[in-house]
């Protein structure tokens, strides 16, 4: 049994990979519910009191609230703060280096106690009470237990007909594109869940988008599911966050997790070679032969500038290693760049970009030369297996120097 320790000290938020860690039975809770918030100053006593009043009557000692804040202007978290010493149950994190409804989540359970990781949204539309049936699934041995509009008992209040038709329409793309991740629940959408910490241990989630329960059926290794109804109530107090962006994070979200979770990542697991990033670099690279190429040609050409051809073509590729750089910073390793996004670091990278790419060159001309005079005779599709050869040194290279996570706790 534990009493938690919490002499109003703020949580520190993990940075790095968003992985669960393993469940360590040192610090054993049952249950560790997280709640994340943005602009919720008006709600958070409130939730806060419903929460503990609930859990203290089923599983008293036996379970937290982690609030995760993101810094909110209006002081969220310096409220929730001040609650801590009336609410020993209560746990705050304030985020300040990232933002997000998905990853404030996993970084909530990252620091969890809990054998089982829940959430809940912080404005009181998802009715508190709910979560003794949840928590009555949970322990009869469900792995996951979702709060559904669309069960027995479920309902969406006064959501009028473009509201509704947007959600569903949401919903039957996403059949569409991830029927075996979608068709598992009848309320996928849900932000009011409760998963097993086994389920998801060591898998790395991903923040895209406003939708973690599909993360976690998507990515986690999650059996037996159960739904209970309930009504998602009008917002009393504060504004919802939702926005247009949120679609399309959406639709990138449902693509990526398609990407990630299909044949050919699986694939590309076994072989312990990232054929998706592997992919995404040779079309920048693809991308380069245009730039290069449009490059030379109005440095070069007798009809543009006419400038001497070593020369235009030393800037053509130059330009074009810039314009990979830009893109494979943006694009293919966009998620470990994402976390070393100082100026510093990204010049540094480009260097090593640059100096990899510029060995390569090298080495695309040694293999030239040694498949055309010993192997094949033919300067093509020498050239073709030389690329080759470059493109996987580039790749394999940069992966391991340019674009290297280095983990800082
Ligand atoms: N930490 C954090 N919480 C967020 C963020 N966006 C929304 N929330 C919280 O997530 C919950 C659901 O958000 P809300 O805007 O009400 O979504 P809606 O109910 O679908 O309209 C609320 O508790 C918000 O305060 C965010 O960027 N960071
Ligand atoms: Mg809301």
């Known amino acids: ?58 599983i008293p000692t036996e379970y937290e609230l982690i609030i995760v804040d993101d810094d909110s202007p209006d002081g969220t978290w310096e409220i929730a703060q001040s609650l801590m010493s009336e609410y020993p149950q209560l746990q705050v994190m304030r985020r300040q280096g990232e933002r997000g409804l998905s990853s404030a989540v996993i970084r909530g359970w990252q620091v969890a106690k809990g054998e089982i990781l829940g959430v809940i949204d912080g404005d009181l539309q998802h009715p508190p009470h709910t979560i003794l ?95 209970v109804g309930y009504v998602f109530c009008e917002r009393k107090q504060g504004e919802s966050k939702v926005n247009w962006k949120q679609y399309v994070d959406y639709i990138h979200h449902l693509v990526r997790l398609r990407l990630s979770t299909g044949k050919l990542a699986r694939f590309s697991k076994s072989m312990g070679f990232p054929i998706g990033r592997f992919l995404r670099f040779g079309l920048v690279g693809l991308s380069g032969v245009f730039v290069d190429m ?91 297996i030389a690329i080759a050869f470059a493109t996987i040194w580039n790749f394999w290279v940069n992966l391991k120097l340019s674009w290297r996570v280095t983990q800082v706790k």
């Open 133 to 227: 049936q949840m928590l009555d699934t949970m322990r009869k041995g469900t792995d996951l237990a979702v709060a559904s509009r669309h069960m027995d008992g479920g309902g969406v209040s006064s959501w009028n007909f473009v509201r509704r038709f947007l959600s569903r329409g949401a919903q039957l793309l996403g059949l569409i594109i991830l029927p075996e991740v979608l068709g598992r629940v009848s309320d996928p959408m849900s932000g009011y869940f409760m998963v097993r910490r086994s389920c998801v241990v060591s898998t790395t989630l991903n923040p895209v988008g406003y939708k973690i329960l599909l993360e976690v059926i998507g990515r986690g290794n999650v059996g037996e599911i159960t739904e």
């Open 294 to 384: 449009g490059v030379l040609y109005l440095l070069s050409d007798p009809t543009t500038l006419a400038l001497p051809l070593t020369r235009s073509k030393i800037i053509a590729g130059e330009i074009a290693i810039f314009n990979n750089f830009l893109w494979n910073d943006a694009w293919t390793f966009a998620d470990v760049a994402m976390q070393q996004r100082e100026w510093r670091q990204r010049l540094k990278r480009f260097i090593k970009f640059n100096l990899i790419c510029l060995a390569g060159l090298v080495l695309n001309v040694l293999v030239l030369n040694l498949v055309f005079n010993f192997i094949l005779p033919n300067r093509y599709i020498a050239n073709l």
């Open 1 to 58: 049994m534990s009493m938690i320790d919490n002499t109003n000290t703020l949580l520190s938020a993990p940075t790095g990979s968003l992985t669960i860690p393993q469940f360590s039975d040192r610090n054993y809770l049952l249950f560790s519910l997280v709640i994340p918030t943005y602009q919720e100053r008006e709600n958070i006593e409130n939730i806060v009191t419903i929460l503990t009043n609930l859990l203290d009557e089923s």
